[in-house]
C-alpha cells in the first residue's frame, strides 16, 4: 500500500487510499511512518474528484485516535489544501473536508495553525445565513463547522481572532435564527459561552447585542440540558459584569420562572449558575415596592433558602413550582 500510494499510477493510488480504512490501528500506525501523508496531501491538492475524495478518507482514518498523526497531517500542509476544497462547489467534498478540519483542530498543537490560516473567516462564512453558500451547507456540515471554532476557542490565543472575524455575532444570530432544543443551538451556545467566558471584549460585545438576552432566557426556558446550562452561565457572566444595568433587563424578559425551574432539574452545573443568578437577580431593597412585590420577594427568599438547605427534596420541588406559579400570575 505504501509503494502504491507513495510511487503508483492514479488509479492505484486511489485504491490504496480507500482500502487505509480496513487496517488496524498498528497498521495505519506503520503506513504514516512510511511517508504517505506528504503523498495523500498531495492529492488533494489535485483537481480530480475521485483522488481527493479518496485522500480525504484516507486522512481522517490516520488521524482518528491518533495525536501523533493529526500533528504530522497538519504539518505536511493539509490544512491550506483542505481550505481550497472548502471552497469548491461540492457538497460531498465540502462536508468530508469539514470533517477533516474538525479532526485536525482537536490537536492543540495544530490550532494556531489552524486560526492563522484564514480557516476562523472561511467557516463563518459557510455558517453565516448572508452567504448564499451558507443555504446548501447541511445539518451536519454545520455541527461540525460550530464543533471545529469550539475546538479553536480552546485557546484564549485565538479568541481576538475569532472576534475580528465577526464570529461572535454570526454565532448569535445563528442561535436566534435556529430551534433552541436542537443539538445545533446546544454545541452553538457552548462556543458562545467560550468565548465570553474568555473575553472581557467579547462578554461586553455580547451584552450589548440587541436581543441577546431574551434570546438566552428563551434558551433556558426552550433548550435541550445542555443548553440551558450553557444560557444560564452566560446570564450570569452578563449579570455579574454590571449588575445594575444587567438585573432589570433580565427581570424584564421574565427569566424567573425558567432560573427556578434549573434549581430543580437542570444538570448540577445548570443548577448552580441558576441559583447564583437568582441571587444577584433578587431585590435586595424592596422596602419602597409594593405589597404584592414585597409578597413576592418574601416567597422568594424562602425557595432559595429550601433550595439551599434541601436540594431536590419534594418539599423544595413543591415550593419551587408554587413559586413558578406564582411569578407568571
Known sequence: MSEALLFGEREAQILA??????????????????????????????QDYESIEAALFALLNLAFGSERNKRRIAKAGAVPAILKILQWENVNLLELALA??????????????IASSGAIQTLLELLDSQFPICQSVSHQ??????????????SPQIIPSIMLSGGLIIVIQFIYESEKSSELVEKAMALMESIVSSSQVALNQACEAGGVIRMLVEAV??????CQEHAAGILLLICKSCRERYRGMILKEG?????????VDGTWRARDNAKALLLLLRDCN???????????????????????????TGASTLMVEEMIAKLRT
Open 221 to 226: 426556558e426552550e433548550g435541550s440540558a445542555a
Open 17 to 46: 487510499a480507500r482500502e487505509i480504512g480496513k487496517l488496524n490501528s498498528k497498521q495505519k500506525q506503520r503506513l504514516a511512518e512510511n511517508g504517505v501523508i506528504s503523498q495523500l496531501v498531495l492529492m488533494l491538492h489535485s
Open 141 to 154: 456540515a454545520k455541527f461540525d463547522i460550530i464543533s471545529t471554532l469550539h475546538n479553536l476557542s480552546t
Open 255 to 263: 427569566a424567573m420562572p425558567g432560573l427556578l425551574q434549573l434549581t
Open 286 to 312: 424592596n422596602g419602597g415596592s409594593s405589597r404584592a412585590k414585597r409578597s413576592k420577594n418574601v416567597a422568594l427568599e424562602k425557595v432559595m433558602r429550601e433550595i439551599d438547605r434541601g436540594e431536590g
Open 100 to 113: 477533516a478540519l474538525l479532526i485536525l483542530s482537536s490537536c492543540s498543537a495544530n490550532k494556531p495553525e
